[in-house]
């Protein structure tokens, strides 16, 4: 079968922040439907949704109650079918997010399973008796950092602890338990039935745990972790037996039906992707890796970014297929983060020709296309991420100034990426007739897609164009990769070649003019310009800040 993903352009939309049609100040799937011709128009053929699903929003439908039903405030399942159809009519196919390492503590499985020891569904969750003690079965914290710091809540009923590596409120599903498993699989061929075209696997790689949930050796860190409860990744990371659950998820599904299937890959690297992603290994399509780019990193030191790029285009040569981004919704924006803010649309330019040049499919995520930025609000009370108020509570906690911690936490927060879309400098940007359930980004005035497509400067027009071109040049596809001047620390230079062309592209990553020394090998050969982020680039002259092109050998 044609492996159509290969050769997809694929957007992330968080829908809650991403069009409001009707008024209550949240984004909803009519609000998406009505903006598939704008999709069209960028030329991604593929959408991720955040999820949809029925939820009690704690972190904002990633903790799931119904995983066949959808978010009242987004809409149903007739809008979400209209949605689909509407899509797959202008080639555009749509992946669900799927959260299978967690479940919402309202989900009725959970309900249930917290009703008696007994019960039949007590075995989909994670239970562990007290210590002898009345102390909590190990050292282990949330990632949230929510509460007490502690992956383990105590239910008095029935006296035993549950497991939660994130909110107390989304329970981890006991993926030891085959009814279980069972029942997620049907509840996957549901979806496929539905007419959605793949999933990509919230946390996939943390449905493992360490057996026998030993104590973490990791120590505690007095700021940063509350009450010595240790959030240690590689307990519930990439732990032998993971492969397991994703080979039977594979034969029992996704291989069935054919589906595309990309695994948030927490604890993957290029060192260990293989095994998940490798064809024969029959388990993932590609992995969604954070070697580039994470919730937490906050600059990408060049040489960082060859070396990463190096060794995901050997997991490539050896059959593997790898994904390129720089945000999405856990992140902080692109361009402030690894561009310049003073060069907004030429930085925004320089890095969406990052992701569309180097090997693998680009995942987009929205407000990129028009070089959005991070928001700054004055007080805590605006953020609603989990991790942003977990970490300013801890920090506040432990004795840290309330502003220092604020000041803190801004940087990193994943609201930066979640103000509502700016689609006009209108009232609330367009985004809703209401009142929008989290502050625009005071830059909407200036950062709005009406304004962005109205300018000489578009960073729309860019991503058109960078789109564009996977389809008229093979060697983005499928050319090797190779860098060159290797050590400087402003510029990449690299090639793509394949059997029919190759492609050059430089960029200068930094604020100051940079010389361009190329190589005899490049500078003998002639070029022809394909894209320029400055109108036009001369190989001969220094390039300007930020300043990024596409050339092709004659
Ligand atoms: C993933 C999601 C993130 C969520 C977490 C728990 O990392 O991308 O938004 O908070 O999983 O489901």
New binding site residues.
């Given amino acids: 079968m044609h492996d159509w993903w290969k050769e997809a352009v694929v957007y992330e939309i968080y829908c809650k922040s991403f069009c409001d049609s009707d008024g209550d100040g949240i984004g909803d799937l009519a609000g998406i439907r009505s903006k598939l011709p704008m999709l069209r128009e960028l030329g991604i053929n593929c959408i991720w949704l955040a999820p949809i699903y029925r939820s009690p929003q704690v ?2 439908g ?1 903790d799931v109650a119904d995983y066949r039903d959808i978010q009242p405030e987004y809409g149903t399942l007739s809008d979400l079918k209209a949605l689909v159809d509407a899509a797959h009519s202008m080639g555009i196919r749509i992946i669900m997010d799927m ?1 299978l ?2 479940t919402s503590d309202r989900h009725p499985w959970f309900r249930q399973a917290k009703s008696s020891r007994d019960n039949p569904y007590r075995s989909y969750y994670i239970w562990h008796d007290p210590k002898p003690d009345g102390s909590q079965p190990n050292n282990w914290g949330n990632y949230f950092k929510e509460g007490d710091g502690s992956a383990w809540t105590f239910d008095e009923a029935t006296g035993q602890y549950y497991f939660h590596q ?1 909110s107390r409120h ?1 329970p981890d599903l006991n993926w030891e338990y085959a009814p279980l498993r069972r029942e997620i699989y049907e509840m996957l061929h549901w979806w496929l039935d539905f007419g959605i075209d793949g999933f990509r696997l ?2 996939i790689s943390r449905l493992k745990k360490t057996p026998g949930f030993p104590d973490s050796p990791q120590k505690a860190d007095p700021i940063t972790d509350k009450n010595g409860f240790v959030a240690d990744r590689a307990m519930c990371t990439d732990v032998p037996g993971i492969h397991d659950f994703i080979r039977e998820l594979n034969e029992e599904v996704f291989a069935p039906r054919g589906c595309f299937t990309v695994g ?1 890959g ?1 604890g993957i690297h290029a060192s260990n992707a293989l095994p998940y992603i490798a064809p024969e290994r029959r388990e993932l399509n590609s992995v969604y890796h954070f070697d580039l780019s994470s919730r937490t990193r906050l600059n990408m030191p060049i040489d960082h970014f060859r070396k990463i790029q190096r060794q995901w285009a050997e997991v490539m040569a050896r059959g593997g297929w790898a994904v390129q981004y720089l945000s ?3 992140s902080a924006r692109q361009v402030s983060c690894y561009g310049s803010e003073g060069y907004r649309t030429r930085s925004a330019k320089l890095l969406g020709t990052l992701i569309h040049t180097t090997p693998g499919i680009p995942f987009l995520y929205q407000g990129e296309e028009i070089g959005m930025t991070n928001v700054r609000f004055d007080s805590i009370e605006d953020y609603d991420c ?1 991790y942003t108020l977990g970490d300013y509570d801890t920090l506040v906690k432990n004795g840290v100034d309330p502003q220092k911690a604020l000041e803190t936490v801004i940087p990193r927060s ?1 609201d930066n990426a979640r103000t509502p879309y700016p689609w006009s400098g209108g009232e609330n940007g367009g985004f809703t007739t209401g009142k929008p359930w989290m502050k625009l980004n005071p830059s909407y005035p200036e950062i709005n897609l009406e304004a962005d497509r109205a300018s000489d400067d578009s960073v729309f027009a860019f991503y058109q164009k960078l789109i564009a071109l996977r389809k008229t040049h093979p060697a983005i596809l499928q050319g090797d990769l190779e860098f060159y001047v290797d050590s400087h620390p402003q510029l990449l230079v690299y090639t793509r070649s394949c059997d029919e062309e190759t492609l050059l592209v430089v960029a200068n990553l930094s604020d100051e003019p940079a010389e361009l020394p190329l190589p005899c090998v490049l500078r003998t050969a002639r070029w022809q310009e394909v894209l320029s982020n400055c109108g036009h680039t001369n190989l001969g002259s220094p390039l300007l800040p930020w300043e990024a092109a596409i050339f092709r050998k004659h």
Avoid: G, P, S
């Fill in positions: 972190d904002n990633y959260v390492n967690h994130y989304m919230d946390v948030e927490a999405n919704h856990d989990c994943r």
